[in-house]
């Protein structure tokens, strides 16, 4: 475990349950407890922790294009493709970051609405 462990670290450690709905070398995707969509799955790391966005290197390039991909693997499989949806990575307090180990929101099944609203 390391000192920047998280909840994300103890579903990636099966500690505490989770909905798994993608997982593959590297990366695993699972429901989100709070939906915001009638799908919301997060993809994460599993082998590594970032905290955020902010703190990804050249080095990570290769992973973050590998969780934008796993996102719409996930996507074409369960159809969502055809209609569309988005994905979101929320970097610090502005943008309500909650969980410091990067993570990728795929939001789909409904129109998704306006996205760039300001306020809390
Ligand atoms: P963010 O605001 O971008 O840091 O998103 C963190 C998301 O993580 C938030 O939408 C709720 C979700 N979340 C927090 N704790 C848990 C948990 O224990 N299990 C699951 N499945 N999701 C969680």
Redesign the pocket.
């Known amino acids: 475990m390391s000192d920047n462990d998280t909840?994300?670290g103890?579903?990636i450690r099966r500690e505490?349950p989770?909905?798994i709905v993608y997982e593959d070398d590297e990366i695993l995707g699972?429901?989100?407890?709070?939906p915001?969509a009638p799908a919301?799955v997060?993809f994460i790391p599993k082998n590594t922790v970032i905290p955020t966005l902010d703190d990804a290197e050249p080095g990570d390039a290769a992973l973050l294009g590998r969780l934008m991909l796993a996102a719409a693997e996930y996507a074409r499989r369960q159809g969502f493709h055809q209609n569309g949806y988005r994905v979101?990575?929320?970097c610090r307090e502005d943008?309500?970051?909650?969980?410091?180990h990067l993570?990728l929101?795929l939001l789909a099944g409904a129109p998704l609405g306006h996205f760039g609203a300001i306020g809390r």
């Open positions: 909840i994300f103890k579903i505490i989770a909905t699972f429901n989100d407890v709070s915001q919301h997060l979101v990575m929320n943008a309500g970051q909650t969980v410091f993570h929101h």
